[in-house]
């Protein structure tokens, strides 16, 4: 199963935006889709973005996501990154990538923190 690192994360001011990036242990061309996923303090997991390659037209965004965040995918690099824009108080969480759908016995990375905050 693939690993991912994840990195990025910070401190924003409401309004601002970041550039979260997550890097597989393998060539991740063969997954179906890689995710983006966000926990904040006392709430489950959720799904933000996913993205089945590296077109940008096979993008696709939860909500709470929407016209704010931008999911890009690199095969040659294995990477997968998340710009986000017009950040908010309600984005903070730790940020994780995964493949989805989630099988149940996938293994999370720590994570990167992004705390909205003025």
């Known amino acids: 199963q693939l690993q991912f690192v994840e990195s990025g994360g910070g401190l924003v001011q409401p309004g601002g935006s970041l550039r979260l990036s997550c890097r597989a242990s393998?060539?991740?061309?063969?997954?179906?889709?890689v995710g983006w996923f966000r926990q904040a303090p006392g709430k489950q997991r959720e799904l933000v973005a996913r993205?089945?390659?590296?077109?940008?037209?096979?993008?696709i965004y939860e909500e709470s996501a929407k016209g704010r965040f931008t999911i890009s995918r690199d095969d040659d690099t294995n990477t997968v990154n998340l710009q986000m824009n017009s950040l908010k108080p309600e984005d903070t969480a730790v940020y994780f990538c995964?493949?989805?759908?989630?099988?149940?016995?996938?293994?999370w990375g720590q994570g990167t923190q992004v705390t909205v905050s003025s």
């Open positions: 995964n493949s989805w759908p989630l099988q149940g016995s996938e293994p």
């Open positions: 393998g060539d991740i061309y063969s997954v179906y889709f």
């Open positions: 993205i089945f390659s590296s077109s940008s037209a096979d993008a």
